[in-house]
């Protein structure tokens, strides 16, 4: 029996629940975090960057011959960044932005995935040494015509998937004879295209799915190279790799071992890459809000959090991504009376009626100032949260192994004007 299967029998013993249950327990009992709440008060975000670490080796075990590059977008913190730059990972960004982030970091290590780019950005990126990008259309190709000759590109196919959480194949990819037409048009114009990249969807649980979009990339190739006399040398399997929320999804190696027949045979020809974000950011990141106010409606017992859909939880409105949430009480074993439980609405802080995060949630009774706790609230979380009702950004405190003081008082930009 191998370590992998040994590991995963044990996992499956234990349900997700439970898992993220004795996770944030665990979490709230340390030290770091409760320093981290006693700072900054709540809501913050708990970020340990050593579960990134992890994730990523876990990811590079099981694809031994792929090249990781970190999608940026989804947690662009610092202590992210230098985990996965210490592990060797390499970095995927969609703006300028981002690649700013990412100063220091050998430029060779980067990619620029966005199929749509302001000419400016492109220059940029290419002044920085970026050399890797992503294209769609032939305005995007044209606007590499004069790169340096090491440019290189890559031509991004659609794959529907209409069973992922976010289907990225509706606004951006082109079919296989699109694709054969930009491959012409750059051939035409003295413009390297080094292969393809596809996205199979964001939070796709459907291996086979993953593997068909790989297998139908890997024929396209051969096609267009035995027609069009052209050679390619990069394979870009995107992200999407999923996360347990909620429920089980297909464990990563799983996952890679149905993906590895198709690819490995492949690995000496062609750069095999891959764009993983959410699995890398997800578990690394637990919230940590408070009751602000409590009412008995019509329908139920509602308890209104100073965090919500505007806020870190941004993913469950755009991604349909619902994460755990634990009371406190249940985590530190408080929560003796089972029975007082009761199904409750968990709203956000602002006016809108929209901002409800989860509906019949089975909570033991909680009052004014009561904690409650989020896992696996990495990705899609900070990133893509808003300042509606004027609100601040959810801060973002470091408690992983090596953190240092001052990054447990996390001060979000917006606050620290009103901090200094
Ligand atoms: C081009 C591209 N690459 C990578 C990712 C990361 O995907 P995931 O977080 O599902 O791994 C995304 C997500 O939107 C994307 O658009």
């Given at each position: 029996m191998t370590t992998h299967t040994t590991r995963r029998d044990a996992r499956a013993?234990?349900?997700?629940?439970?898992?993220?249950?004795?996770?944030?327990?665990?979490?709230?009992?340390?030290?770091?975090?409760?320093?981290?709440i006693a700072l900054n008060g709540?809501?913050?975000?708990?970020?340990?960057?050593?579960?990134?670490?992890?994730?990523?080796?876990?990811?590079?075990?099981?694809?031994?011959?792929?090249?990781?590059?970190?999608?940026?977008?989804?947690?662009?913190?610092?202590?992210?960044?230098?985990?996965?730059?210490?592990?060797?990972?390499?970095?995927?960004?969609?703006?300028g932005e981002e690649l700013a982030l990412l100063e220091g970091i050998d430029p060779g290590r980067v990619i620029h995935t966005h199929p749509i780019k302001k000419p400016a950005e492109i220059a940029q990126a290419l002044a920085a040494g970026v050399r890797t990008f992503v294209v769609d259309n032939v305005v995007e190709l044209e606007k590499f015509a004069g790169a340096p000759a090491d440019a290189r590109l890559l031509i991004r196919l659609a794959y529907r998937s209409p069973h992922a959480k976010s289907d990225l194949s509706t606004k951006f990819g082109v079919g296989p004879y699109e694709a054969a037409h930009l491959v012409e048009q750059a051939r035409d114009r003295g413009i390297r295209v080094a292969g393809f990249s596809f996205h199979v969807g964001s939070q796709l649980d459907d291996p086979q799915r993953f593997a068909a979009a790989i297998a139908e990339t890997l024929a396209l190739m051969d096609h267009l190279e035995a027609t069009l006399g052209v050679r390619f040398d990069?394979?870009?399997?995107?992200?999407?790799?999923?996360?347990?929320?909620?429920?089980?999804?297909?464990?990563?190696?799983?996952?890679?071992?149905?993906?590895?027949?198709?690819?490995e045979p492949h690995a000496d020809r062609l750069?095999?890459?891959?764009?993983?974000?959410?699995?890398?950011a997800a578990e690394a990141m637990t919230l940590v809000t408070s009751v602000v106010g409590v009412s008995e409606r019509g329908d139920g017992r509602w308890y209104y959090l100073d965090d919500g859909l505007y806020g870190s939880y941004s993913n469950v409105l755009a991604e349909d991504v619902h994460p755990l949430i634990f009371s406190e009480r249940e985590l530190t074993g408080r929560d003796a009376d089972a029975e007082a439980r009761r199904w409750a609405t968990l709203a956000g802080p602002t006016c809108d009626s929209t901002d409800v995060i989860a509906r019949e949630v089975l909570l033991p009774e909680l009052a004014v100032g009561d904690l409650l706790v989020s896992p696996a609230m990495g990705a899609y979380t900070a990133v893509t949260a808003t300042r509606f009702n004027g609100r601040g950004l959810t801060p973002i405190a470091v408690v992983g192994r090596g953190a240092r003081t001052g990054e447990l008082l996390a001060v979000a930009p917006d606050r620290a004007a009103a901090i200094v």
């Open positions: 013993a234990r349900s997700i629940r439970q898992i993220r249950h004795d996770e944030a327990s665990a979490l709230l009992a340390s030290d770091i975090a409760k320093a981290a709540t809501p913050v975000l708990l970020l340990d960057p050593e579960r990134v670490r992890g994730q990523y080796r876990r990811l590079a075990a099981a694809l031994p011959f792929v090249r990781f590059h970190y999608a940026v977008k989804a947690l662009a913190h610092r202590a992210v960044l230098t985990a996965l730059a210490e592990e060797g990972c390499g970095f995927d960004v969609a703006t990069t394979l870009d399997i995107g992200g999407g790799f999923p996360v347990a929320y909620d429920s089980a999804v297909t464990p990563l190696e799983d996952l890679a071992a149905v993906l590895r027949p198709v690819l750069a095999i890459i891959a764009e993983p974000g959410r699995v890398l």
